[in-house]
């Protein structure tokens, strides 16, 4: 239990005068009456009762049953703002776009692979029927290309699939003969 005592000689002289009930007026020069007062509070457990009595003021802190949980903060919205509803509005937009465009990446990824696994498979190819597969390849390009300016993709992923198409190309191509790689030389 903490007490507060204060005199009316260390106040302020605007608050001398200052008259803290309501009806029944107490000031320092009524040295005789006491009077009690009561704070408002952010917490419903805690009172702080305010006494006045012989030219002092006193505070006393007291803890009172808690009949129920008590809420502290209520600032928090029910209610999104609306900026926040906005965001989330243009990320489920940007969420599909991405989804449509990461599902072309993936179909013409898909396309190119298969057109290189049949002319691997043929075992009379000429190196002409790599044309209609360069076509694919070039086209699975632009779309990562695309996917990559716009953000849906990171630009080591967009690298690294175009890689993976370019390595399969020139597998099938060494894997025919189309394509001797060239020796390298060491310099030393």
Same mark, same amino acid.
């Given at each position: 239990m903490a007490t507060l005592s204060l005199s009316c000689l260390t106040l302020p002289s605007k608050l001398r005068n200052l008259s803290l009930s309501g009806p029944s007026s107490s000031s +320092?020069?009524?040295?005789?009456?006491?009077?009690t007062f009561k704070s408002l509070g952010f917490s419903t457990n805690l009172s702080h009762t305010y006494l006045f009595s012989n030219g002092k003021l006193s505070m006393r802190t007291i803890e009172r049953?808690? *009949?129920?949980?008590?809420?502290? +903060?209520e600032a928090a919205p029910t209610k999104k703002a609306d900026s926040a509803a906005k965001r989330a509005r243009q990320a489920e937009k940007r969420r599909i776009y991405n989804k449509s465009r990461k599902s072309?990446?993936?179909?013409r990824m898909k396309k190119v692979l298969e057109a290189l696994d049949v002319l691997k498979k043929k075992t009379d190819a000429a190196s002409e029927e790599i044309v209609p597969v360069e076509k694919l390849?070039?086209?699975?390009?632009?779309?990562?290309?695309?996917?990559? *300016?716009?953000?849906t993709l990171h630009r080591n992923t967009g690298a690294r699939r175009k890689s993976r198409l370019a390595r399969r190309k020139k597998a099938v191509e060494i894997h025919h003969g189309w394509y001797t790689p060239a020796a390298t030389v060491n310099a030393v």
């Open positions: +320092c020069s009524s040295s005789n009456q006491s009077s049953p808690s *009949r129920h949980l008590s809420v502290v +903060c072309e990446i993936k179909t390849i070039a086209e699975a390009y632009s779309v990562i290309d695309k996917a990559v *300016r716009v953000g």
